[in-house]
């Protein structure tokens, strides 16, 4: 709380729009999905006509990235707006710390109601996803959530998820599952006067890739892992359509803000590239590991649909909506790494001026539009530099030939880090740092699942499990 006082300190002049006037807000986010892998984007094989529709009828982002080339960090990047390392989560699964100030809370403070659905994995646990305990410190509810249903990771047919912390068995497909449960609340919730604001995290399409049959039916022409995997990603679009079709017929789409992005780039055993020709995937700082398909759907303000390369990144998310929402500015002694781009979502919008900085695990990237400084080891090792806008495949590296432009955007990012240094030891904080960071651990290593071992493993998805991310 002390964070989120620290973070909206309140100008005299900013007044917040009145519940009727405010949108409700849907972030939707899916696992491991390519930059190259929808239908507009003209896969030879998948279709996303759901999507497709949305980008249509919406703002199609087609330079936005995840704010890191992982899930945790990305996911940490979106509800704070900050760096992932800025935040505690540092690798895949490792927990983000109590002390953030979170999107949820700013707008349950603001008056929205507000839930999350689907993936968490922000409280410290790895291997495949099981119901978020009702005692974890780092559930949900806990980070501004009235409402929650979630597991700690990735989840696929029939899951068990936890609801407000009472574990639930669900029979289906888990993009469907996790939709329907969604518009329950929606329209349970729509009756009030109260603006709504959902994340809907998707568990697909990540790993173990497992579609029905139905869904595998238009790639039997493929191997049969492409089939489970676009499989899945034509069943999570299908339920983005039930989506989009419950809010139509409530009457509330024409004020319904749905922003849909990936939360990190695609693996690597599929053909032709998920990532649209992208170097790199999944874990790398290059285009591939960080590029993700973004659309904002937004009908009472986006009201000319367009394609726009406009850059920008999840750490974006949280000023623009805490903007759209008429809360303050965030205060300048509490970082925060993204901007407001709600101009860009508006109208086009012909540079951006602030950088779009990513550290993960030694790697380091830093975008100036159109260049892109690339490192692997950013304390010691040698930077690369691209222009984008001349190599969006990243393969010609010119900062020998452009040197001053290279020493200074790494001076730059130098800069940068050693602030994001002070706030992973804690000075963003008003008191400083509480706890130490607990590291990312297994659930079936942990004592605090030792309960439920017993009822776990005879689940089939849990049978075989190891330290998965």
């Keep these: 709380m002390r964070a989120l006082l620290l973070l909206l300190t309140l100008p005299i002049a900013c007044q917040v729009p009145k519940a009727q006037t405010r949108p409700h807000i849907i972030l939707v986010m899916s696992d491991d999905q390519g930059w190259g892998e929808t239908g507009y984007r003209r896969h030879p094989h998948l279709k996303t006509p759901n999507l497709d529709a949305m980008a249509a009828n919406g703002l199609r982002l087609d330079h936005f990235y995840a704010g890191s080339p992982l ?10 707006g900050r760096n992932n390392d800025r935040t505690g989560v540092l690798v895949v699964g490792q927990a983000m710390r109590p002390q953030e100030a979170t999107l949820a809370q700013a707008l349950r403070a603001a008056g929205y109601a507000t839930a999350h659905f689907g993936k968490w994995h922000l409280n410290g646990f790895k291997g495949p996803g099981v119901p978020v305990l009702a005692t974890d410190p780092r559930h949900p509810g806990h980070f501004g959530y009235d409402h929650w249903l979630a597991t700690t990771n990735f989840f696929d047919q029939n899951p068990l998820l936890s609801r407000n912390g009472t574990f639930e068995t669900f029979t289906g497909n888990p993009s ?4 329907r449960e969604a518009l329950r609340f929606i329209d349970s919730a729509r009756r009030s006067d109260r603006p709504l604001f959902l994340t809907i995290w998707f568990g697909s399409p990540h790993q173990p890739w497992i579609a029905s049959p139905e869904d595998r039916k238009p790639y039997q022409h493929l191997d ?15 339920s983005i359509g039930q989506l989009r079709n419950g809010l139509r017929k409530w009457g509330i789409a024409d004020n319904t803000l749905i922003w849909f992005n990936s939360d990190n780039g695609g693996v690597k055993p599929f053909a032709p590239d ?27 303000q986006i009201r000319t649909p367009r394609v726009s390369n406009f850059p920008a990144v999840t750490m974006d998310i949280f000023p623009t909506l805490t903007h759209i929402a008429g809360l303050p500015k965030p205060n300048p002694n509490y970082p925060m790494d993204g901007t407001d781009i709600r101009s860009a979502l508006i109208s086009d919008t012909p540079s951006r001026q602030k950088p779009i900085p990513f550290r993960y695990q030694g790697r380091a990237a830093w975008v100036e539009y159109p260049y892109k400084l690339v490192t692997r080891n950013y304390r010691n090792g040698r930077f690369e530099l691209y222009n984008l806008q001349n190599d969006p495949q990243e393969s010609i590296d010119i900062s020998t030939r452009e040197p001053v432009t290279t020493q200074r955007l790494i001076n ?5 880090s050693l602030s994001v240094d002070r706030s992973h030891a804690g ?31 005879k689940r089939p998805e849990y049978k075989n499990v190891s330290s998965q991310e």
Aim: hydrophobic fraction near 35%; charge should be negative.
């Design 71 to 80: 899930c945790s960090p990305t996911r940490a990047s979106v509800l704070t």
């Design 224 to 238: 049969s892992l492409s089939q489970h995997h676009y499989g899945e990603i034509s069943e999570m679009d299908r």
């Design 176 to 179: 469907e599952i996790v939709i």
């Design 412 to 416: 730059a990012f130098q800069a940068w």
């Design 274 to 300: 998920v990532n649209g020709g992208l170097r790199g995937f999944k874990g790398d700082v290059y285009e591939g590991g960080l590029r993700v398909p973004c659309i904002i759907e937004w009908p009472a």
């Design 427 to 457: 000075h963003d904080y008003p008191d400083g740092l509480h706890h130490p960071d607990p590291p990312a651990s297994a659930w079936f290593d942990s004592p605090e699942y030792a309960p439920f071992f017993e009822m776990l493993r």
